[in-house]
C-alpha cells in the first residue's frame, strides 16, 4: 500500500489509495466469478435446482411452514361430495337405505340397455338372472347361457345361448340360439318326439335417451320323429308355438288325413318392440310378434293296419291371412334387483296364452 497523508486523515478527508494499490484491486476483482452466478455461491448450493430465495432452498421443515411470496395461504379443502340424482349423476348407493335408495334410483340417469328379454343386450359378466320364463347367467360381458324354468318344470329340456355380436354406441345386434326336446302323445301307439332349436337375430337402436326400437326375427325350427297323422302335428304345433294351424297343414299335404313317419317343419316369426323410458324405474313396452311364413317336410308314414300311408309332402305357406299380429303393452317397473312387466294383449288374444303372455307378463331378479 503507497503512504498515507497523515494530515488528510487528520482533517476527516477520505484515506485515497496510491496508484499501484488500485492496479491490484482491479486485479484481484478481475480474478473472482461475475456476482450472481451460480460459481459465485457455495458449491452445495448452486448445484440446487431451486432458485436462491425460494423455499426449496432453505431448510425443507422451513420451507414448508413459509408461504410463498405473492401467494395466497394455503386453505384446507372442503370434503368432496358425493354425486346424486339432482346433479344427473349416479348417487352413492352403499351410502342410501330403504325408501331413500328407492327414491333416489327413480331420479337416477336412465340406462337404455336395461332389458334384455326383447332386445339385443344381455345380463353382463358373471350376473346371474333368475325368473320363470327365463334364468340365464353372463360368461361375458356380451355373453350369456340360461334355460327357461317353466319348461324344465313341465319336463322340456332346454337350453338357450346369447351373445352381442356388434357393440356400438347406439346401435347393437344380437344372436341368439335354443335347444330343447319334447315327447308327446299322439292317437298312434308310440308318441312322437318333437326336437326344437330356434334361432333367431335381433337388433336394437337407442334412437334416444328415453326411446329405443327393437327389430327381430326368429326361425323356429321343428324336427319330428316318430308315425302321426295331420290332428297330431296340428296339435303339437299348438303346444309348441301357441297356433292352430290346421288349415295350413291340411292344405300343404292336400287335405288328407293319413300317416306320416316324421319330417322337418320352419316357422318364420318377424318381431317388433319399443320401449319409452319414463324414468329409471318406469318405462312402457309395445311389442309385437307375429309369424308369417311355415315351410315343411313331411316323410311318408311306415303303414298301420288301420292307416292310410300317406305321400312325402313339401310345402310352404305364407301365415298372414291366417295369423294375425300378438300386440301387447306393458308398464314395466326397472329396481336394482327387481324387474316386473305387467301388460294386456292389443290383438291377438284369441291365440293360445302360450303366445302372448311372455310378451305381456316377466317378472326375474339379477343377482
Known amino acids: ?84 340424482p339432482s346433479t344427473g349423476e349416479s348417487p352413492d348407493w352403499e351410502s342410501l337405505r330403504g325408501r331413500e335408495k328407492l327414491r333416489a ?36 360381458d356380451n355373453l350369456q347361457v340360461g334355460t327357461a324354468p317353466v319348461l324344465d318344470l313341465l319336463g322340456v329340456v332346454n337350453l338357450n345361448g346369447k351373445v352381442t355380436a356388434i357393440q356400438t354406441r347406439r346401435v347393437d345386434v344380437a344372436f341368439e340360439a335354443s335347444g330343447m326336446f319334447l315327447e308327446t302323445a299322439t292317437q298312434q301307439q308310440d308318441p312322437i318326439n318333437l326336437t326344437a332349436w330356434p334361432l333367431m337375430a335381433t337388433g336394437s337402436w337407442i334412437i334416444s335417451e328415453r326411446l329405443s326400437l327393437h327389430l327381430g326375427y326368429r326361425w323356429d325350427n321343428l324336427d319330428i320323429d316318430g308315425q302321426f297323422d295331420s290332428a297330431d302335428l296340428v296339435a303339437a304345433l299348438a303346444d309348441l308355438v301357441g297356433l292352430n294351424l290346421e288349415d295350413e297343414i291340411l292344405s300343404g299335404l292336400g287335405g288328407e288325413d293319413a300317416l306320416y313317419g316324421g319330417g322337418h317343419i320352419t316357422l318364420g316369426q318377424g318381431r317388433l318392440g319399443m320401449d319409452w323410458r319414463l324414468n329409471r324405474r318406469d318405462s312402457l313396452v309395445l311389442l309385437i310378434w307375429r309369424y308369417n311364413t ?44 327387481l324387474r316386473i312387466r305387467v301388460g294386456l294383449p292389443i290383438s291377438g288374444s284369441d291365440t293360445l ?8 307378463f316377466e317378472i326375474y331378479m339379477l343377482l
Do not use: C
Not at 326383447?118 to 347367467?137: D, E, H, I, P, Q
Open 105 to 140: 334410483w327413480r331420479k337416477a340417469p336412465v340406462d337404455p340397455r336395461y332389458e334384455t328379454d326383447f332386445s339385443a343386450y344381455t345380463v353382463g359378466r358373471y350376473r346371474l338372472r333368475v325368473g320363470l320364463l327365463n334364468m340365464s347367467f353372463g360368461l361375458l
Open 1 to 84: 500500500m503507497g503512504r498515507i497523508d497523515m494530515n488528510q486523515e487528520r482533517h476527516g478527508l477520505s484515506i485515497a489509495p496510491s496508484l499501484s494499490a488500485l492496479f491490484s484491486m482491479a486485479a484481484l476483482l478481475a480474478s473472482l466469478p461475475a456476482l450472481g452466478s451460480p460459481a459465485a455461491v457455495e458449491p452445495d448450493m448452486a448445484a440446487s435446482p431451486a432458485a436462491l430465495g425460494s423455499p426449496a432452498a432453505v431448510e425443507p421443515d422451513m420451507a414448508a411452514s413459509l408461504p410463498v411470496s405473492g401467494a395466497e395461504p394455503a386453505q384446507e379443502l372442503p370434503p368432496v361430495s358425493s354425486p346424486g
Open 294 to 337: 311355415i315351410s315343411a317336410r313331411i316323410d311318408a308314414g311306415i303303414g298301420t293296419d288301420s292307416s292310410s300311408i300317406g305321400a312325402a309332402a313339401h310345402f310352404s305357406e305364407p301365415l298372414e291371412s291366417y295369423v294375425g299380429a300378438t300386440t301387447t303393452i306393458a308398464y314395466q317397473l326397472t329396481w336394482p334387483r
Open 353 to 360: 296364452p302360450v303366445l302372448w303372455i311372455p310378451q305381456a
